[in-house]
C-alpha cells in the first residue's frame, strides 16, 4: 500500500475527446510525477509539479496539461486524444526532501478507440 | 538513442537458477541508479537501489559502472515469485529529478 490512489482505474475515449485522470497522494507528498507508459515499454516522464508549480516536462505536447492542489491531489488533463494515447498513466509522489523513494499509484489504464 | 537502454527479454529460467540482467544508460550526468519490478500492468515498485560500491539484498546483486555507464541485476537462485519486468531507472541531478525508464526486461521462472 503506497497511499497513493489514482482514479478511474480504467477509462475508455474516443479520438478527439478530451480526459482527465486524478491521483491523491499521501499527506506532506509535496512532489508529483506523470507518466506515460505504453503497452511493451517502461513508463516515460510526462511532468512533474512541485508546490503546485509545474516543475519539469518531458517530451510531450501542451495538450498534456497538469494540476496539482494544495490536499496533495493532482491532475493530468489530455485534451483532443489519440490512438496512439492509449496507454497506463501512473502517478507518483515523494516527500519533501526525500526523492530517493517514489511511491506511485497502481495507474489508469487509458483506451483510446 | 534512448536514456536507458535494456534487453527485453523474455528470459525463461527454471527454479533455482541464477539469472542476470543488463543496461546501459547514455547521460553522463545521471547519478542515481535503481531497479524496479513491475508485475503484468501494475505499478513499479522499488527493487534496490544501485551503488557505485555495488551493493546486494538477499538474493539480488545490483552493480554499477559509471566508466562504462553499465548497470546489472543478478538474481540467485529463482523463485516462481520473481516472474515480473525489471525496469532499469536512472535519474540525473537535483533531488527533484525526473526519472528515465528503460523499456524493462520480462523474466518468467518456471518450476
Known amino acids: 500500500e503506497t497511499g497513493v490512489t489514482q482514479s478511474p482505474t480504467h477509462l475508455i475515449k474516443t479520438r478527439g475527446q478530451q480526459v482527465t485522470l486524478r491521483c491523491s497522494s499521501q499527506s506532506g507528498h509535496n512532489t508529483v510525477s506523470w507518466y506515460q507508459q505504453a503497452l511493451g515499454q517502461g513508463p516515460q516522464f510526462i511532468f512533474q509539479y512541485y508546490r503546485e508549480e509545474e516543475n519539469g516536462r518531458g517530451n510531450f505536447p501542451p495538450r498534456f496539461s497538469g494540476l496539482q492542489f494544495p490536499n496533495y491531489s493532482s491532475e493530468l488533463n489530455v485534451n483532443a486524444l489519440e490512438l496512439d494515447d492509449s496507454a497506463l498513466y501512473l502517478c507518483?509522489?515523494?516527500?519533501?526532501?526525500?526523492?530517493?523513494?517514489?511511491?506511485f499509484g497502481s495507474g489508469t489504464q487509458l483506451s483510446v478507440l | 538513442r534512448k536514456e536507458v537502454e535494456q534487453d527485453p527479454g523474455p528470459f525463461n529460467v527454471p527454479e533455482g537458477a541464477t539469472v542476470a540482467f543488463n543496461c546501459t544508460y547514455s547521460?553522463?550526468?545521471?547519478?542515481?541508479f535503481f531497479w524496479y519490478r513491475q508485475d503484468c500492468r501494475k505499478e513499479p515498485k522499488l527493487l534496490m537501489s544501485v551503488y557505485s560500491s555495488g551493493n546486494e539484498d538477499g538474493r539480488f546483486t545490483a552493480q554499477l559502472n559509471r566508466a562504462s555507464q553499465y548497470i546489472s541485476l543478478l538474481i540467485r537462485d529463482s523463485k516462481l515469485s520473481d516472474s515480473a519486468t525489471y525496469l532499469c531507472?536512472?535519474?540525473?541531478?537535483?533531488?527533484?529529478?525526473?526519472?528515465?525508464f528503460g523499456r524493462g526486461t520480462q523474466l518468467t521462472v518456471w518450476p
Open positions: 547521460n553522463s550526468a545521471s547519478q542515481s
Open positions: 507518483a509522489s515523494s516527500l519533501e526532501g526525500d526523492n530517493e523513494k517514489l511511491f
Open positions: 531507472v536512472v535519474r540525473r541531478g537535483s533531488t527533484l529529478g525526473r526519472l528515465y
